[in-house]
Each structure stands twice: as structure tokens, then as C-alpha cells.
């Protein structure tokens, strides 16, 4: 019987370099997520509590997904007192939460725990990453589109598209107002910039950047259904990218929704990581 070679030392360096890669590339999805729901805690009423074993977010708005864990790395045996006190501090505050399960999460089963507690997974996002030179795509806009950056006079105009998106009761819009002016507008943090696309001078889609230790995060991307199969959705996010990135040295990340993940293919971004979200019965979707 023939010995098999042992892996060369070149070999085994590649396999580390990979892992590390692969380790860098995830923690930089989780800490860009991370970072960019905490900005909604700035605004008064609301708080984005972070520690080495949780990130939480909460805020008036009962509706999804503006209140949830977004981060859950605790110890096996402390996991179900942990859970239920999550569980207790939003139930006593009457608002609707969702967990992120990430890839670091821990426990392992953590998804078995929430499901006996009655969530269920509700999306499996893809963590996706680019490098500002392997995005793929036209500069030329289809007939009739225009995008803008937003500015103070697209507020109220993408803030009804946000609130229509996610469903957000009439007397809690006011909110979204409060987080546009902490982290979008020139006079507020502007640690977030947004897009407008506009089709025949009528707005039909949106998109946000998130910028964290060059890590530049793209985030709630959305068309109308009439937009849709016009090529609105690849010119903006590849709009919002392109002026967001200021070094060859950025990355580009995002989290997406199974319908998505072609089009982010085709822009040049690959998979990296799952994650899954989960909510009561598993009633919501990105």
C-alpha cells in the first residue's frame, strides 16, 4: 500500500491564509451589520445595547424589524436564561422582535431553542462580499431613470417608502423622521447615505450605504413592483457602491434575500456566510 504525501508546507499555508480570509470576511458582515442598526439607537426613545455577548436593539416602533438581537454568542448553559430574558424584555414592552442567527452565534442549536419558543426562521440571507474592482455593471441608465443622492428634499419622499416597506403604523412615522436626521442628513451624523431612483420622474426605488472601518455595508434596497425587470434595482445599488467607495482597500458587503442573490452575482459579489432570520411564527421577510 502506497503512503500518501503529507500536505506540503505550501499547502498547509494556503489552507490557513484561506481560513483567515474567510474569518475576516465574516467578521466584517457581522460588525458592518452590527454597526449600522446601531445608529437607530441614537434617536430619543430608542437604544442599541451592545455587549461581548449581545447586540439588541430597541425602539418605538412595535413593527419588524425596527426592534431584535442582532448579536447572540453566550455560553450553552447560559443560553435558555438569556433567551427568556430577551424574550421577557420585549414581550413587557409590547413590541414585535426578530433574532439573527450569525455565524458566529452561539449556541449551536440556538435555532432549536428559538423554535421551541415559537420562531421560527423567517429568511436565510446570504452575507455576500465584493471588492471595489470586481463590480460588474453598466454606467449607462435605462430611459428614464434618474438617481439621486438624497438630500433634505427627498426626505419625506424615501421616509414613506421606508414606511410603506416595512409597514410602519401611521403615528410612528414620526420616528423614522428622527432616525433620518441622526444618521443621514449633512446637519446629523450622516454615517449613512441613500439613494432615490426616480423612473419618469416618479420615485420607484431606494437604497442606503453604511460605512464602517472600510467596510461599506449595503442595505435596504427596494423597487416598486412596477420598477421591477427594468434594470432599476442593478442601477442603483451599483450607483450607491460606486460613490460610496473611496479607497481600492474597501469592502464591499451586504446581506441578501434569496430573490437577490442572482443579481448580486451577476454585480460581482460571491457568498461568504448564511444568516438566518427568525421571528414570531416566522412572519416576516427582507
Not at 498547509?12 to 454597526?35: H, T
Not at 431606494?206 to 432599476?232: C, D, S
Request: proline share 5%; aromatic share 8%.
Amino acid at each position: 500500500m502506497t503512503k500518501a504525501a503529507a500536505p506540503s508546507n505550501s499547502r498547509l499555508c494556503l489552507v490557513a491564509d484561506e481560513r483567515a480570509m474567510s474569518a475576516r470576511e465574516i467578521a466584517a458582515l457581522e460588525e458592518n451589520l452590527w454597526s449600522n442598526w446601531s445608529q437607530f439607537g441614537g434617536p430619543e426613545g430608542c437604544a442599541f445595547t451592545r455587549t461581548e455577548k449581545v447586540c439588541r436593539l430597541d425602539t418605538p416602533i412595535a413593527s419588524l424589524p425596527y426592534n431584535g438581537v442582532f448579536k447572540f454568542s453566550v455560553e450553552e448553559t447560559e443560553a435558555d436564561a438569556e433567551i427568556d430574558a430577551l424574550m421577557h424584555h420585549y414581550e413587557k414592552r409590547g413590541v414585535d422582535h426578530l433574532w439573527v442567527i450569525h455565524p458566529t452565534a452561539s449556541p449551536t442549536d440556538l435555532d432549536e431553542r428559538l423554535n421551541r419558543r415559537g420562531f421560527r426562521e423567517a429568511e436565510n440571507c446570504t452575507g455576500m462580499i465584493a471588492g471595489p474592482e470586481e463590480l460588474k455593471g453598466s454606467d449607462a441608465l435605462p430611459d428614464g431613470l434618474v438617481i439621486h443622492e438624497v438630500g433634505a428634499e427627498h426626505k419625506d419622499v424615501v421616509m414613506e417608502m421606508v414606511a410603506s416597506r416595512w409597514q410602519v403604523p401611521s403615528e410612528a412615522v414620526m420616528h423614522l423622521h428622527a432616525f433620518y436626521q441622526m444618521i443621514c442628513s449633512p446637519t446629523g451624523g450622516r454615517t449613512m447615505r441613500g439613494w432615490l431612483a426616480l423612473l419618469d420622474g416618479h420615485p420607484v426605488g431606494k437604497a442606503f450605504t453604511h460605512r464602517n472601518n472600510g467596510v461599506i455595508g449595503l442595505y435596504g434596497v427596494a423597487t416598486k413592483p412596477e420598477a421591477r425587470g427594468k434594470g432599476v434595482a442593478a442601477a442603483l445599488c451599483l450607483r450607491a457602491l460606486q460613490e460610496s467607495v473611496m479607497s481600492n482597500d474597501d469592502l464591499l458587503v451586504l446581506h441578501s434575500s434569496p430573490m437577490a442573490e442572482n443579481l448580486y452575482r451577476r454585480m460581482g459579489f460571491r457568498s461568504v456566510a448564511p444568516f438566518r432570520i427568525f421571528a414570531r411564527d416566522g412572519a416576516f421577510h427582507v
